[in-house]
């Protein structure tokens, strides 16, 4: 069983930054797509960024500029460098994951979510 655990979330100022992570846990053969996904109270789920296995790496223009998102494949584990934060950066950031396993073709896989706060 397939497990993605986020941690990093929190309260910040404006101006501020945070480090978000996710490691992904189980019998896992390979992880394609990583992701951070984020929704704000009262709206939609969206996209913030999201990494290949290879590296290549694409942001919502919201956060283009001031966040960052890595992965370290031996750990498994998605980073969210947070940069910059906006009292709209507000929202509960989950992480996403394309898995195959030793047991099963690739499936999506998500975390629970962390709460990041950015007010003064």
């Known amino acids: 069983q397939v497990q993605l655990v986020e941690s990093g979330g929190g309260l910040v100022q404006p101006g501020g930054s945070l480090r978000l992570s996710c490691e992904a846990s189980?019998?896992?053969?390979?992880?394609?797509?990583m992701a951070w996904y984020r929704q704000a109270p009262g709206k939609q789920r969206e996209l913030v960024a999201r990494i290949t296995s290879g590296g290549s790496t694409i942001y919502a223009d919201s956060v283009k500029g001031r966040f960052t998102i890595s992965r370290d494949n031996a750990k498994n584990t998605v980073y969210l460098q947070m940069n910059s934060l906006k009292p709209e950066d507000t929202a509960v950031y989950s992480c996403y994951a394309f898995i195959e396993t030793i047991q099963t073709y690739g499936m999506n896989h998500w975390g629970k979510g962390t709460l990041v706060t950015v007010s003064s």
């Open positions: 189980g019998r896992i053969f390979s992880i394609n797509v």
